[in-house]
Nanobody, 121 residues
Framework: QVQLVESGGGLVQPGGSLSLSCAASGNIYSINRMGWYRQAPGQKRELVARIDRGSNADYADSVKGRFTISRDNAKNTVYLQMNSLKPEDTAVYYC???????????????WGQGTLVTVSS
């Protein structure tokens, strides 16, 4: 069974930096796209950034120039480097994997459990 395990969340001051990691495990042949989403209290979950196997990345307008997403296909791991953090970045950050191939005709979408990022003085 495929699982995503996130790490790296915590408390940081405004203007600071934080790095998140997410590793996929299980009998995985390939993963098409991996990404990060976030959900603030009382808000809907929103896309932060996503990246395909060729390292083509998309970012939400609110994080462009501050966050960088990357992945290691051999390790089935995706990363999110967050710089110049703002209080409005405070949220639970969720890892996502789409097009996870485990068997022929079996394409999965998998979510991690989430990790809390708090940006506060």
């Amino acid at each position: 069974q495929v699982q995503l395990v996130e790490s790296g969340g915590g408390l940081v001051q405004p203007g600071g930096s934080l790095s998140l990691s997410c590793a996929a495990s299980g009998n995985i042949y390939s993963i098409n796209r991996m990404g990060w989403y976030r959900q603030a209290p009382g808000q809907k979950r929103e896309l932060v950034a996503r990246i395909d196997r060729g390292s083509n990345a998309d970012y939400a307008d609110s994080v462009k120039g501050r966050f960088t997403i990357s992945r290691d296909n051999a390790k089935n791991t995706v990363y999110l480097q967050m710089n110049s953090l703002k209080p409005e970045d405070t949220a639970v950050y969720y890892c996502n994997a789409q097009g996870v191939v485990v068997h022929v005709g079996d394409y999965l979408e998998v979510w991690g459990q989430g990790t809390l990022v708090t940006v506060s003085s």
